[in-house]
């Protein structure tokens, strides 16, 4: 059994983010770390193959300035080896150009049963990428994974949904993204965090990839403008006179909280 | 110089964060209120690398620099110093020793069971008429044949009910630091026998011993270096020990100074924030400043050690200072809560209690200045 994850790296959330005023693209200066949505995939990833007796996980990554901080965070949680795709001509990539990079990646990780990533990225979360990568392999797509069995060759998914979940199956290989808290995430060991420095970590360019069309200058999209969230609405205030809690549960209803 | 983390010391840190937040932070109270710990924590402890940390990698350990030592016993002593005081004797004091000390069987036959987690070490120096003054330990080693028979009784031996080993220091010579010899005793032997010290201050949930033995048979070959070495032995893991409870006090400062953050800014009196008051940001200020002049203190020390030079008096100072200072922040911690700070639905509390044997084991304050004193002037001050 040997799972794909994309794992994004990306600028620490605890840091308030800082777009370039000029191309009003995020900052991504400093270091950046692995982005907290992943590591589901990686842990899925991981518990998979020990229920399987086997197996590896291959990371897959696109980000700026050979960053590895957030990869050597999933090899110390026990992945085996890792694909970084890294070039300046990469910025400002669109999601399309990010999935096609990512998709071109997969196909240098050797013979895989599955590719999981994760629902939305932390810091972009178009929410597109997984699907994209699996239209390009030709593969399958399953998502918002709650939960993922392996059988056989097919891969059974819980798929999360507004009212509950839906039972889904697919043939492997295919793509699944998971949704956050589908597992608890391992921290990684002292023995893991050793270990992962002498993983290899294959760092290719675009044309290592054979790729052209990618990239800043080829985005389908532009930032036009950014403009500050408009200010939030002040809350209801609602006088109890014996009904408050009625009022509570009709309020949770319209959320779909209950 | 440069007091930036490496990549790996930061990854340790945050590793050892993210696990003392998750699973110590939020039953550190209960434990403490009743007096124990969930055993599983050993275990963890074992898996998460934590109790083979700095140890070579073929003795099942993960090789690792002293500051990142320093600094997982920062977040654990940020978390619990019951926790933190298990690693600091288990692989501090007994594992180590018997890496720097043992014959390649003591190692090969402990090491790799210490660092797993498979069983904890405890260091049986103290005893009832000898704390300050172990050299003058009354607790007797006969030789009798190819054995020795063991005959005494040790107190406040941290981890002495849980251990699996007990490195135990026995008078077998003359009066004096020349006469003790260490022995790696198995507490399954018969004649040993471990009782817990209930009614602590602080460190409550942590099990704290007193040991008995009664013509304990321990085999020559467990013999932890030669005849009269003993002394030499326990100094050198104390010396090291110290940089390690130094950094635990360093931890709880720190988490006093967080928990005092926070409810300073969310505490209103006088119709504003308590933090906004020049009183309170100057108890908050002194916090922070003792808190980081401690923490340079262990890193120095830590620095010291990790390149081979002389860290012992640097370890003494920042054991000494950092210890006082944990005592100094947490009380001021309470201030800054004013009554809130009186009851143990918050931490800090916890935190003075915890703190204030820190000043007192591994050498009391009192001992660390005669340390200090004895190597400004040269002149030995201890009697
Ligand atoms: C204006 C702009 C500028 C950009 N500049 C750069 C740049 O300079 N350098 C650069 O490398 N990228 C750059 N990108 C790409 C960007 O970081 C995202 O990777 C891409 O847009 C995907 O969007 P998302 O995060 O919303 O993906 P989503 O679809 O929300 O992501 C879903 C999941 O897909 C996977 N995934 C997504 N992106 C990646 C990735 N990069 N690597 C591995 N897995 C991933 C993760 O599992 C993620 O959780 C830029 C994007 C934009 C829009
Ligand atoms: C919770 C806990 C856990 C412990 N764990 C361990 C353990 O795992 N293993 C172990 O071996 N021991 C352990 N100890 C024992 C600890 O190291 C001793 O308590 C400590 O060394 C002090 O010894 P004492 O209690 O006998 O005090 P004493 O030595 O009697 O000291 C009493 C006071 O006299 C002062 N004093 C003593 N001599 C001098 C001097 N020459 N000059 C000036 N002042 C002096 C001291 O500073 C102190 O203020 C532990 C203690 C506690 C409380």
Same mark, same amino acid.
Request: some cysteine; overall charge negative.
């Given at each position: ?100 990079? $990512? ?39 399953? %998502? ?20 509950? !979940? ?44 054979? $790729? ?39 309020? $949770? ?6 | ?21 998750? %699973? ?5 109270? =209960?434990?403490?209120?009743? =007096? ?37 016993? =920062? ?24 890496? +720097? ?9 402990? &090491? ?19 704390? +300050? ?17 063991? +005959? ?163 370890? +003494?100072?920042?054991?000494? !200072? ?6 100094? &922040? ?20 916890? !935190? ?8 007192? !084991? ?22």
């Amino acid at each position: 059994m040997n799972v794909v994850v994309c794992v994004k790296q990306i600028p620490d959330p605890a840091i308030p983010g800082q777009l370039d005023p000029q191309t009003h693209f995020m900052k991504r200066e400093g270091k950046l770390i692995l982005d907290d949505s992943d590591a589901y995939g990686v842990e899925m990833a991981l518990q998979l193959c020990t229920a399987a007796g086997g197996g590896e996980v291959t990371l897959v990554s696109m980000a700026p300035n050979n960053e590895t901080s957030g990869l050597r965070t999933a090899l110390a949680m026990g992945a085996a080896k890792a694909i970084l795709v890294s070039d300046d001509s990469l910025a400002g990539s669109d999601a399309l150009s990010t999935a096609k990079v $990512l998709a071109k990646a997969i196909e240098r990780a050797g013979e895989y049963d599955l590719v999981l990533a994760a629902t939305e990225s932390t810091d972009g979360y178009t929410g597109f990428v997984p699907e994209a990568i699996a239209a390009l392999l030709g593969l399958p797509s399953v %998502t918002f994974a709650k939960s993922i069995n392996i059988e056989g060759g097919t891969v059974h998914v819980q798929r999360q949904t507004e009212a509950g !979940y839906d039972e889904v199956t697919s043939p492997l290989p295919a793509v699944v993204s998971v949704t956050a808290g589908v597992v608890e995430p391992r921290y990684p060991s002292f023995k893991g965090i050793m270990a992962a420095k002498n993983k290899p970590v294959d760092t290719l360019t675009v044309s290592d990839l054979g $790729l052209s069309g990618v990239g800043g200058a080829a985005a389908g999209q532009e930032i036009t403008a950014v403009d500050p969230a408009p200010a939030r609405q002040a809350g209801e205030i609602v006088t109890d006179e014996g009904e408050g809690h009625l009022k509570i549960v009709q309020f $949770l209803e319209t959320q779909k909280v209950i | 110089m440069d007091l930036s983390l490496t990549d790996d010391q930061q990854a340790f840190r945050d590793t050892a964060r993210g696990w003392v937040e998750k %699973t110590v932070v939020p039953n550190a109270a =209960e434990w403490d209120r009743t =007096e124990v710990m969930d055993r599983d924590i050993v275990r963890q402890l074992g898996e998460m690398g934590f109790l083979g940390a700095t140890l070579p990698e073929e003795l099942g350990g993960t090789p690792c620099d002293y500051i990142s030592y320093v600094l997982l016993m =920062e977040e654990l002593g940020r978390g619990d110093n019951s926790v933190r005081g298990i690693v600091s004797v288990s692989l501090g004091l007994v594992t180590k020793s018997i890496v +720097s000390h043992g014959t390649d069987e003591q190692k090969q036959q402990w &090491v790799p069971r210490l660092a797993s987690g498979e069983i904890l070490g405890c260091f049986g120096l103290t005893e009832p008429g000898n704390g +300050s003054d172990p050299g003058g330990l009354t607790t007797k080693a006969v030789r009798d044949g190819d054995d020795w028979l063991l +005959s005494g009784q040790k107190l406040f031996i941290t981890n002495g009910n849980w251990a699996g080993l007990a490195l135990i220091f026995a008078r077998t010579g003359g009066p004096g630091p020349r006469g003790i010899t260490a022995f790696l005793v198995d507490p399954s032997t018969p004649g040993f026998s471990a009782r817990p010290v209930h009614g602590k201050l602080g460190l409550r949930a942590q099990d704290t011993a007193e040991l008995f033995l009664d013509d304990v048979r321990v085999p020559d070959r467990q013999r932890l270096g030669d005849e009269g070495k003993g002394f030499g032995i326990a100094m050198a893991a104390l010396a090291k020990g110290r940089m390690s409870v130094a950094a635990s006090a360093v931890g709880t400062a720190q988490a006093a100074l967080d928990a005092s953050l926070r409810f300073a800014l969310e505490r209103n009196q006088f119709g504003k924030p308590i933090a906004s008051y020049q009183l309170v940001q100057e108890m908050l200020s002194d916090m922070s400043v003792d808190t980081d002049a401690a923490r340079l203190m262990v890193w120095r020390a830590a620095d010291l050690c990790e390149r081979g030079e002389p860290f012992e008096i640097a370890a +003494s100072k920042a054991k000494y !200072y950092a210890s006082e200072v944990a005592v100094r &922040v947490a009380n001021n911690a309470i201030q800054v809560h004013g009554g809130y700070g009186f009851i143990d639905e918050y931490p800090v509390g916890k !935190y003075l209690r915890d703190a204030r044997v820190l000043t007192l !084991y591994e050498g009391t304050s009192q001992i660390q200045k005669l340390i200090i004193g004895r190597d400004l002037t040269g002149i030995n001050a201890f009697n």
